[in-house]
């Protein structure tokens, strides 16, 4: 069983940047592929970014790309993700999820995931 909180989040203005932090509990963080999804009022969730268990590989979703960056620190059980250049259409609530496996195949599917957090808030004003 993996638990995840994510923390981080705000309300920034356009152009500012914002770090989401995600602290996973359990001495086994290091076997998961980590991702990030984010949910906008009256949209579905999206994939944001994904992180291989080694943090040797990673993907990002077109509209993200280039602006936001997955790290990981094995070490603190804990994924990241640097914003930059936040536009109003990043706003939504952001979530990490864990999927079990040392695999380098990443999914930007939600359902492909084991474990979720509850949320973090990011709020974009113009």
């Known amino acids: 069983q993996v638990q995840l909180v994510e923390s981080g989040g705000g309300l920034v203005q356009a152009g500012g940047s914002l770090r989401l932090s995600c602290v996973a509990s359990?001495?086994?963080?290091?076997?998961?592929?980590m991702g990030w999804f984010r949910q906008a009022p009256g949209k579905e969730r999206e994939f944001v970014a994904a992180?291989?268990?080694?943090?040797?590989?990673?993907n990002y979703a077109d509209s993200v790309k280039g602006r936001f960056t997955i790290s990981r620190d094995n070490a603190k059980n804990t994924v990241y993700l640097q914003m930059n250049s936040l536009k109003p259409e990043d706003t939504a609530v952001y979530t990490c999820?864990?999927?079990?496996?040392?695999?380098?195949?990443?999914?930007?599917?939600?359902?492909?995931?084991?474990?979720w957090g509850q949320g973090t808030q990011v709020t974009v004003s113009s």
């Open positions: 999820a864990a999927r079990a496996g040392r695999s380098y195949s990443l999914s930007s599917k939600f359902s492909d995931y084991d474990y």
């Open positions: 359990g001495r086994t963080f290091s076997t998961y592929r």
């Open positions: 992180i291989s268990w080694s943090g040797g590989n990673t």
